[in-house]
């Protein structure tokens, strides 16, 4: 079992940075491929990034590709998404994912936490 929690959430103007973590529970935490997906208001909740065990690999929706990054400290248990260059399209609620491998964290993943709101003003 693992639980997650996001913080770092808030309001930036267009252009700003954010950074958000994921705090997870657990000793296995550092099996586990994690993930941030976003849902804007009344649309679906969509894949932003997933990172691998190690954090050799990771993946980004296209539209964030050289703006957002994804990385880990499992010292820490913790996985985190650097927010440059925001645009008011990236308000969302920010969620993360964790699952058995990238694979599934971007399609079924096992756990999620239970979000954290960035709105971004023009």
């Known amino acids: 079992q693992v639980q997650l929690v996001e913080s770092g959430g808030g309001l930036v103007q267009a252009g700003g940075s954010l950074r958000l973590s994921c705090a997870a529970s657990?000793?296995?935490?550092?099996?586990?491929?994690m993930g941030w997906f976003r849902q804007a208001p009344g649309k679906e909740r969509t894949f932003v990034a997933v990172?691998?065990?190690?954090?050799?690999?990771?993946y980004y929706l296209d539209s964030v590709k050289g703006r957002f990054t994804i990385s880990r400290d499992n010292a820490k248990n913790t996985v985190y998404l650097q927010m440059n260059s925001l645009k008011p399209e990236d308000t969302a609620v920010y969620y993360c994912?964790?699952?058995?491998?990238?694979?599934?964290?971007?399609?079924?993943?096992?756990?999620w936490g239970q979000g954290t709101q960035v709105t971004v003003s023009s």
């Open positions: 994912a964790a699952a058995g491998s990238m694979m599934v964290v971007r399609s079924t993943p096992a756990y």
């Open positions: 990172i691998n065990w190690s954090g050799s690999t990771t």
């Open positions: 657990g000793r296995t935490f550092s099996t586990y491929a």
